[in-house]
């Protein structure tokens, strides 16, 4: 898991356009931010997302409450969350559901972070956008989130690495 902040400044990308002409992207750049919160399994592609205000503790703590719920952790279900050494998840006041074992990877290794992988893919539904608030980028992005959902082929075929460990049959 790991988390991607969005905002009010456009995400560019390169766009085609008729010979001679230039295209033109409308930018408005304004400091508002969301977070997008975003879990994967690399082996099947599965994810799940959550769009919040924030990053902090207290938030944390909700995003392990509602991870825990939604996939049904527990006793007799559970899951292995990699995530790298921020405060908000390291903290001594991160509560861990039933069910959830967070294991921390060394500091300064994004490239070991399946999550990591999804933040370009994640921003495929905004780029060369220009939004005029948080509600209107906030729909947007939950639209594009659910289409990820669906294209688990693609989500793995970028989080899979060669040496992820299988999962048992």
């Not at 902040?5 to 409308?26: D, E, I, N």
């Not at 769009?51 to 991870?67: K, T």
């Not at 559901?97 to 539904?125: K, M, T, V």
Request: charged share 20%; aromatic share 10%; glycine share 8%.
């Amino acid at each position: 898991m790991d988390e991607h902040r969005l905002g009010l400044q456009a995400v560019l990308r390169r766009v085609y356009a008729k010979r001679g002409q230039r295209p033109v992207v409308s930018l408005k750049p304004r400091y508002e931010w969301l977070y997008l919160f975003g879990f994967v399994c690399p082996e099947t592609g599965q994810t799940y997302w959550l769009l919040l205000p924030g990053v902090s503790i207290i938030i944390f703590n909700l995003v392990l409450a509602e991870l825990a719920k939604a996939l049904g952790l527990g006793e007799n279900k559970r899951i292995i969350l990699v995530m790298d050494g921020a405060g908000w998840h390291s903290s001594k006041k991160v509560q861990v559901p039933l069910g959830i074992h967070l294991i921390f990877l060394p500091p300064y290794s994004p490239e070991l972070q399946p999550a990591e992988r999804l933040w370009p893919l994640s921003n495929e539904g905004i780029v060369n956008q220009d939004f005029k608030n948080l509600r209107e980028l906030e729909k947007a992005q939950s639209e594009w989130c659910l289409k990820l959902v669906e294209g688990r082929e693609q989500v793995r075929a970028l989080t899979c690495y060669h040496w992820w460990p299988k999962l048992a049959a």
